[in-house]
T-cell receptor
Framework: GNSVTQMEGPVTLSEEAFLTINCTYTATGYPSLFWYVQYPGEGLQLLLKATKADDKGSNKGFEATYRKETTSFHLEKGSVQVSDSAVYFCALRRADKLIFGTGTRLQVFP | GAGVSQSPSNKVTEKGKDVELRCDPISGHTALYWYRQSLGQGLEFLIYFQGNSAPDKSGLPSDRFSAERTGGSVSTLTIQRTQQEDSAVYLC???????????FGPGTRLTVL
């Protein structure tokens, strides 16, 4: 079936550190892939997406590349800020429904 | 413009009672989705509407759960005879049409005592 696996958190970093949150997926075909972010007290927001192999999604300094060889969509940011503290969800879309990973909490300290 | 709104924001109920959760999608959005976010199960799909019809109800966990959408707009998720395992945050999302970006509401936190 279709599923998403992402690294467990919390991930704790100092400001300006490099961030990687791993995400791998299992799916038939080539689904669209997404990263959503949930800031404290707020709803889910789309952070970035990629719709086909080798596409790179980017937004707010975050990037993720759709790798079909490794069925991965890892989230990266070169220099995190305190304001990036949130829960990050990797997801794939199949038959118009989103299938989410379990979420990774990121905590950034000054 | 207004985003997706949900009411109530919090609901506490006793086991065995029925509850109704409401979702107001973004105006003009034809597709509407319900998801559930719980500690044990993470974020899971429940049901999806295109207009007033529900092509995919595969995520509804039991026959105690039902949803409807009227006028291609507001949707109501009903849980009958609530159980403690129904405690979760229920999220609603809408999109312009199938395959487009889904915009999420703030959720309804349901607590079943």
């Amino acid at each position: 079936g279709n599923s998403v696996t992402q690294m467990e958190g919390p991930v704790t970093l100092s400001e300006e550190a490099f961030l990687t949150i791993n995400c791998t997926y299992t799916a038939t075909g080539y689904p669209s892939l997404f990263w959503y972010v949930q800031y404290p007290g707020e709803g889910l927001q789309l952070l970035l997406k990629a719709t086909k192999a080798d596409d790179k999604g980017s937004n707010k300094g975050f990037e993720a590349t759709y790798r079909k060889e490794t069925t991965s969509f890892h989230l990266e940011k070169g220099s995190v800020q305190v304001s990036d503290s949130a829960v990050y969800f990797c997801a794939l879309r199949r038959a118009d429904k989103l299938i989410f990973g379990t979420g990774t909490r990121l905590q950034v300290f000054p | 413009g207004a985003g997706v709104s949900q009411s109530p924001s919090n609901k506490v109920t006793e086991k065995g009672k029925d509850v109704e959760l409401r979702c107001d999608p973004i105006s003009g959005h034809t597709a509407l989705y319900w998801y559930r976010q719980s500690l044990g199960q993470g974020l899971e799909f429940l049901i999806y509407f295109q207009g007033n019809s529900a092509p995919d109800k595969s995520g509804l966990p039991s026959d105690r759960f039902s949803a409807e959408r009227t006028g291609g707009s507001v949707s109501t998720l009903t849980i009958q005879r609530t159980q403690q395992e129904d405690s979760a945050v229920y999220l609603c999302a809408s999109s312009q049409r199938e395959g487009r970006e889904q915009f999420f509401g703030p959720g309804t936190r349901l607590t079943v005592l």
